[in-house]
C-alpha cells in the first residue's frame, strides 16, 4: 500500500519561501512518477512539478518556472518542493502524488496515489 503524507505548507507573504515536504512508504519500485498538484479554492486541480524517479528528470509547468524546484531524496523515501519568490496567486492546497508509470507527468489522471494535503496561503 502506497502512503503518502505531506508536510511544511503554512501562510507566508508574498516574495517569502517555503519547502513542501511528501513523505512516502509502501513501494520500491524507482520507475516511479512522483508530483506536486495544487488546487485553489473554487479552482480545478493542477500539475505544479513532477520527477521521474528512476532519471531525476524534472517536469514544470509554466507557472511556476525558475520560482519551484521539485526534488527527491531516495534514501529517505522524500519528494520536496522548494518553492521561492512566492505570490498570491500560490494560494492552495497542495498534494503530493505516484503512480507507477510517468506518461503524462502533470496530469491529475495520471496518478494513482495521493496524500491528504498541506495548505500553503500567500499575502500580499
Known amino acids: 500500500q502506497v502512503q503518502l503524507v505531506e508536510s511544511g505548507g503554512g501562510s507566508v507573504q508574498a516574495g517569502g519561501s517555503l519547502r513542501l515536504s511528501c513523505a512516502t512508504s509502501?513501494?520500491?519500485?524507482?520507475?516511479?512518477?512522483m508530483a506536486w498538484f495544487r488546487q485553489p479554492p473554487g479552482k480545478e486541480r493542477e500539475g505544479v512539478a513532477a520527477?521521474?524517479?528512476?532519471?531525476?528528470?524534472?517536469y514544470n509547468a509554466d507557472s511556476v518556472k525558475g520560482r519551484f524546484t521539485i526534488s527527491r531524496d531516495n534514501g529517505k523515501n522524500m519528494l520536496y518542493l522548494q518553492m521561492n519568490s512566492l505570490k498570491p496567486e500560490d494560494t492552495a492546497m497542495y498534494f503530493c502524488a505516484a503512480n507507477p508509470r510517468c506518461h503524462t507527468p502533470l496530469s491529475s489522471e495520471e496518478y494513482a496515489y495521493w496524500g491528504q494535503g498541506t495548505q500553503v496561503t500567500v499575502s500580499s
Open positions: 509502501g513501494y520500491t519500485d524507482i520507475n516511479y512518477c
Open positions: 520527477i521521474y524517479v528512476a532519471t531525476g528528470r524534472a
